[in-house]
């Protein structure tokens, strides 16, 4: 399986962006996909998941951030909105290795590679 994410950028404090990650290799309609992301200095966290007919997020992210999937595309998106220079980061998607898992258990994911959003104040 591999994983693209694009559609990082520089956005001011407030303003949106929409990421996306395209998956290749195996359709993913049943296994658990989301977004990770790591600020300069700091680990990786969880930032939101979508599989399973269910949704979840980071606090820090509820209401802001929005994300979907279209598996006709196998693609997973992350609508960010009200951002804050605190979600400055490398934004990672990853994809569950087994079928109807989470992908909160991060040694049990295939991951992209990053890709980089900056919000200025």
């Known amino acids: 399986v591999q994983l693209q994410a694009f559609g990082g950028g520089l956005v001011q404090t407030g303003g949106s962006l929409r990421l996306s990650c395209a998956a290749s290799?195996?359709?993913?309609?049943?296994?658990?996909m989301g977004w990770f992301r790591q600020a300069p200095g700091k680990e990786r966290e969880f930032v939101a998941e979508a599989g399973g007919g269910r949704t979840s997020y980071e606090d820090s992210v509820k209401g802001r951030f929005t994300i979907s999937r279209d598996y006709a595309k196998n693609t997973v998106y992350l609508q960010m909105g009200s951002l804050k220079p605190e979600d400055t980061a490398v934004y990672y998607c990853a994809a569950s290795i087994s079928p109807f898992g989470s992908t909160r258990s991060e040694s049990d994911n295939y991951w992209g590679q990053g890709t980089e959003v900056t919000v200025s104040s």
């Open positions: 290799g195996r359709a993913l309609s049943r296994y658990g």
